[in-house]
């Protein structure tokens, strides 16, 4: 059975860092890109990151960019996103997700889900 296993989400401070974690399960996602969404209450999923197979690539939503880092570990099977400078308007549930065969920006492209990790930014 495939899982993806969120991790890391809490709450913070504006202006504060957080570390969120993915690790998959069941299969190997070394060949895959990976990503992460966010979904924030009566909006709708949203891209926030993706990398490719091998780390070198990455591709940020704008308004992410020079505030979050994706990157992984193809050896733990495990996706990173660091989160730093955060804002009130980065409150949402964060998922990672795996096994993308489209656009990775595109959420209908990915196969599997984590359970989602809830980040809150307070002002």
């Known amino acids: 059975q495939v899982q993806l296993v969120d991790a890391g989400g809490g709450l913070v401070q504006a202006g504060g860092s957080l570390r969120l974690s993915c690790a998959a399960s069941?299969?190997?996602?070394?060949?895959?890109?990976m990503g992460w969404f966010r979904q924030a209450p009566g909006k709708e999923r949203e891209f926030v990151a993706a990398?490719?197979?091998?780390?070198?690539?990455?591709y940020y939503a704008d308004s992410v960019k020079g505030r979050f880092t994706i990157s992984r570990d193809n050896a733990k099977n495990t996706v990173y996103l660091q989160m730093n400078s955060l804002k009130p308007e980065d409150t949402a549930v964060y998922y990672c997700?795996?096994?993308?065969?489209?656009?990775?920006?595109?959420?209908?492209?990915?196969?599997?889900w984590g359970q989602g990790t809830q980040v809150t930014v307070s002002s």
């Open positions: 997700a795996g096994g993308a065969y489209g656009p990775v920006a595109n959420r209908y492209a990915y196969k599997y």
């Open positions: 069941g299969r190997t996602f070394s060949s895959d890109a």
């Open positions: 990398i490719n197979w091998s780390g070198g690539s990455t």
